[in-house]
């Protein structure tokens, strides 16, 4: 079954836990939560504090993208503030194996984001060691961009090759993901799927997600 994460990217900042009640009505899997520090990324968004405030209006799993230089530093706080899932990326990570053992060793599942330009080959070493690979389909930043198409065969090559290991992986995908591509990206092998401006910026966000749903199995109304 396919999940989806709205991320709260492209929700209206100025009443956050409403945005995450409606989303949660419609049937919402998970919130994704992206964190940006002006560094690893040219935007600034929420931090710990904010994630603590909302973790009391809602049960659903919080999957945290963490797009900041030092992620490490910063993963105590993210988990006491109520995270369930966290991804680090693997570009600006020195010891990834050590920050993966450290999420789970501390209660969080731990997930691997690779940027679009970001070979797979770099999972080699610790595919057996996540519970999730985030495949960014647009190079992280901003909500709204275009969806790379490249991307697509890059998410088929990740389920080809946890299937050959044997491994049961959740693969997430992030960016420019909306009722009409949706299909592509789960044919391919994503089960979970971040929708930001597909879900908010449109009036019914409850109906975006029924219809992404919809989609997300092959399904047109
Ligand atoms: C981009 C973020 C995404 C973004 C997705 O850096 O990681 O989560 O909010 O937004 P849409 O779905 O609008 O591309
Ligand atoms: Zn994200």
Known sequence: MVRIAPSLLASDFSKLGEEIDRVEKAGADMIHIDV?????????????????????????PFDVHLMIENPELYIDSFIGAGADIISVHIE????????LQHIREKGAKPSVVLNP?????????VLADVDMVLLM??????GGQKYIESMTEKVRELRLM?????????????????????????????????AGSSVFNYQDAGENIRLLKQRACGGYI
Do not use: C, W
């Open 36 to 60: 940006m520090d002006g560094h690893f990324v040219p935007n600034i968004t929420i931090g710990p504090p904010v994630v603590k405030s909302l973790r009391k209006v809602t049960k659903l």
């Open 92 to 99: 600006n990570n020195y010891h990834l194996h050590r920050t």
């Open 117 to 125: 330009a970001t070979p797979l080959s770099t999972l080699d070493m």
């Open 137 to 142: 389909t647009v190079n992280p930043g901003l």
């Open 162 to 194: 946890a299937d050959r290991r044997g491994i049961k992986l959740d693969i997430e995908v992030d960016g420019g993901i909306g009722p009409d591509n949706i299909f592509t990206v789960t044919q391919a092998g994503a089960n979970v799927v971040v």
